[in-house]
């Protein structure tokens, strides 16, 4: 027969045996404890008779003369006229000379282990027990001044009539609580794994896509506690990893809308003016000249969205990216030199500390400080002077790009850092990296991969943006703790 299968079965088996073995246990000592301090009671009573005998008292009348001892035995204590037995010892067989209840008085035999022991302690009593025909009897034999062995019993009824009461009340109250440990277990067992029904409904719920149901147990810290308590902690991440996932997939699809957008618009114009081509401006000088030229504009703009959304595409790809030094002041001089090529019309500076070392991927920084400040020479007008302003903090180099232009667009400036998001002003023809709208999305990815961040700060004139990027040997340290300014955006 199989035991039962459920958990709270198997748990309410183990109380109830567990119980039992304690009780039976507790019941046998009683029981046992209960005799023994009855026997000695009774072995306490026969040795006083016996040594009174043995002392030349009443029982030293008792001699071989049976009919003078009957006669004599109305003057004896009223305790050797009931149910006691006194009898001498002769040789290996006990020859009763007062018999007491309604047993025979046919000689008994002296178990031999007694007869040893009065032959080694020849002065000391000895307790043993007889099975006469009238019952069991507790007996001492002793040997008395006249040199004969004094054996006096007294049956063990009353003994046994208290044991049994006894073992009635054991069996009784044993039953008793065992079945209340049976309601107490149950209960118990059904509160302490109340938690687990809980866990039960949850998994079901969350498995059926309410990914917010928890169990919510709190109080004594038990283990199904904790089992509770370490289902809600991972609900709470598998919650957070599918909000992840479709805040991810919505980035996706937002990202592919916009992408696709973007890309439409220069294909769109490299195929009216293939159109028009094809339909003569071959055999016009200037319409071919115009059209080509249009059609290499729309090509490198393809081209340089392409280029920013590879270059996203791997700054959000979570692969693990080879850092190390990266002197500060070439890198700046460089960029400033190509943007100056490109922009003659702006005016490009420099100032702050010099000789910083960042940690990070070379090319990462670069394209994040080219994006930056040709974001600043892109939409600004002629004539606008960009400053590159270089500070050190304690962790962290923090580069402020701003210029005199016109400013930001109202409204909030973070919205600057999402994708696709462009500012005023038009991208110059073959520009550097303006134009796309990804610019100072790859300023706030690259930011981000190296710990640091990007914000847009409050600029009475022109717009001002500043990044924050470790030292190298201060990597574990976050920038954003060095900094005056808000905390990175929410992404």
């Known amino acids: 027969?199989?035991?039962?299968?459920?958990?709270?079965?198997?748990?309410?088996?183990?109380?109830?045996?567990?119980?039992?073995?304690?009780?039976?246990?507790?019941?046998?000592?009683?029981?046992?404890?209960?005799?023994?301090?009855?026997?000695?009671?009774?072995?306490?009573?026969l040795r006083a008779i016996s040594a009174g005998a043995s002392q030349g008292g009443p029982l030293a009348l008792l001699v071989a003369n049976r009919d003078e001892v009957l006669r004599r035995s109305r003057d004896l204590p009223e305790e050797l006229q009931n149910d006691l037995r006194v009898g001498t010892a002769d040789g290996g067989s006990i020859r009763w000379v007062l018999v007491g209840g309604s047993g025979g008085d046919d000689p008994t035999p002296l178990p031999t282990p007694v007869r040893d022991q009065l032959v080694r302690s020849p002065g000391e009593p000895a307790s043993f027990d007889l099975d006469l025909a009238d019952g069991g009897y507790r007996a001492v034999a002793q040997r008395t001044q006249l040199g004969m062995v004094l054996v006096v019993a007294q049956p063990l009824r009353d003994v046994d009539s208290t044991l049994s009461r006894l073992l009635f009340i054991l069996a009784g109250v044993g039953g008793v609580m065992v079945a209340v440990a049976a309601v107490g277990a149950l209960t118990l067992v059904r509160f302490a794994l109340r938690p687990l029904d809980r866990i039960v409904v949850a998994a079901d719920a969350i498995a059926d896509g309410d990914l917010s149901h928890r169990v919510g147990t709190a109080g004594a810290p038990t283990e199904v506690a904790h089992v509770a308590r370490a289902f809600d902690t991972m609900g709470d991440r598998i919650e957070a990893a599918f909000?992840?996932?479709?805040?991810?997939?919505?980035?996706?699809?937002?990202?592919?809308?916009?992408?696709?957008?973007?890309?439409?618009?220069?294909?769109?114009?490299?195929?009216?003016?293939?159109?028009?081509?094809?339909?003569?401006?071959?055999?016009?000088?200037?319409?071919?000249?115009?059209?080509?030229?249009?059609?290499?504009?729309?090509?490198?703009?393809?081209?340089r969205i392409v280029e920013s959304l590879l270059e996203l595409a791997r700054l959000d790809e979570p692969s693990e990216t080879d850092f190390g030094p990266v002197p500060l002041d070439p890198l700046v001089e460089q960029i400033l030199?190509?943007?100056?090529?490109?922009?003659?019309?702006?005016?490009?500076?420099?100032?702050?500390?010099?000789?910083?070392?960042?940690?990070?991927?070379?090319?990462?920084?670069?394209?994040?400080?080219?994006?930056?400040?040709?974001?600043?020479?892109?939409?600004?007008?002629?004539?606008?002077?960009?400053?590159?302003?270089?500070?050190?903090?304690?962790?962290?180099?923090?580069?402020?790009?701003?210029d005199d232009g016109p400013g930001l667009p109202p409204g909030d400036p973070s919205h600057l850092f999402d994708r696709f998001t462009r500012g005023p002003g038009p991208a110059p023809r073959g520009g550097a990296a303006g134009g796309s709208g990804l610019g100072l999305a790859i300023v706030d990815a690259v930011a981000?991969?190296?710990?640091?961040?990007?914000?847009?700060?409050?600029?009475?004139?022109?717009?001002?943006?500043?990044?924050?990027?470790?030292?190298?040997?201060?990597?574990?340290?976050?920038?954003?703790?060095?900094?005056?300014?808000?905390g990175p955006r929410e992404g």
């Not at 309410?12 to 046992?32: F, N």
């Not at 847009?456 to 022109?462: M, V």
Request: glycine share 8%.
């Open 337 to 402: 030199a190509g943007l100056r090529a490109a922009h003659p019309e702006h005016a490009f500076t420099s100032s702050g500390d010099r000789g910083l070392v960042l940690h990070g991927d070379h090319g990462q920084i670069h394209s994040a400080l080219t994006n930056l400040v040709a974001n600043a020479g892109t939409h600004t007008p002629a004539g606008t002077t960009v400053t590159v302003h270089v500070a050190r903090t304690p962790t962290a180099a923090l580069i402020r790009v701003s």
């Open 1 to 45: 027969m199989r035991g039962p299968r459920s958990l709270r079965g198997r748990l309410l088996v183990l109380v109830l045996a567990l119980s039992g073995v304690v009780l039976l246990v507790s019941a046998v000592a009683t029981y046992e404890l209960t005799r023994r301090s009855l026997v000695d009671r009774l072995d306490t009573q």
């Open 243 to 303: 909000a992840e996932q479709r805040a991810s997939e919505e980035r996706v699809r937002r990202f592919a809308a916009d992408a696709s957008h973007e890309l439409r618009t220069p294909l769109t114009s490299i195929r009216g003016y293939a159109e028009l081509f094809r339909r003569g401006a071959a055999q016009r000088p200037d319409d071919l000249a115009n059209a080509m030229a249009r059609i290499e504009d729309e090509s490198t703009r393809m081209s």
């Open 448 to 486: 981000r991969r190296h710990g640091g961040l990007v914000s847009a700060l409050p600029s009475d004139r022109g717009a001002c943006f500043e990044l924050a990027l470790p030292l190298a040997g201060t990597s574990d340290h976050p920038p954003e703790a060095d900094l005056p300014v808000a």
